[in-house]
């Protein structure tokens, strides 16, 4: 659930749909990639694989990590679109989501140093004109940045047509993404 504001209606609400939509059509074996929110476990499945892994600080991929584990013991992951829940998004402002998203990126390296590259696949860099500029933006990336890009983008996106204005936001998402990667050590404040 997000507030109408520029974030939401130039990228939040349609990046959103795409997740779910993307969760709900996943093959059995990959969803525990989709492990996080409204989610529920045995005690002793709990229990068994230990809880949530207290070497993941900071935003994201805990969680993650849960599902994997979960699914590695051979407890089934079931997305069940008759139970899902209505969800406040943590992320109401381009700055917010590009800096969580960079963060992600730095917590998917510490899931990969965790259980290995191929639990994942390796990060390939991203192909095609809108995949070697947010390779190349990912270059210059850094939480600072990201807050001063994301205000600009939150205030002239209504003025912009809304592809425009949404590729404007998914340019900081996406870089952010692959900067938390290449770079893990700019994902410094805590959530």
């Not at 990046?15 to 993307?22: L, Q, S, Y």
């Not at 990126?105 to 390939?124: M, N, P, Y």
Request: proline fraction near 4%; aromatic fraction near 10%.
């Amino acid at each position: 659930m997000y507030p109408d504001n520029a974030y939401a209606r130039a990228y939040g609400v349609r990046a959103d749909k795409r997740f779910i939509a993307g969760a709900l059509d996943v093959d059995a074996s990959h969803a525990w990639r989709y492990w996080a929110g409204n989610v529920s476990v045995t005690r002793e499945d709990h229990r068994r694989i230990g809880g949530y892994d207290l070497r993941f600080r900071k935003y994201g991929w805990e969680d993650v990590d849960f599902g994997y584990r979960l699914a590695q013991s051979g407890v089934p992951i079931l997305i069940a679109p008759e139970l899902m829940a209505r969800h406040h998004g943590a992320s109401l402002s381009t700055a917010a989501r590009a800096v969580r998203a960079l963060h992600s990126g730095a917590a998917r390296e510490s899931f990969t140093q965790i259980h290995g590259e191929e639990a994942l696949g390796s990060v390939q860099r991203p192909s095609g004109v809108w995949g070697g500029l947010t390779w190349l933006t990912s270059r210059a990336v850094n939480e600072r940045l990201l807050r001063a890009y994301g205000a600009a983008a939150d205030a002239v996106s209504p003025y912009l047509p809304r592809r425009v204005g949404e590729k404007l936001v998914a340019l900081a998402v996406e870089s952010a993404g692959l900067a938390g990667i290449r770079f893990p050590e700019r994902a410094r404040s805590t959530f």
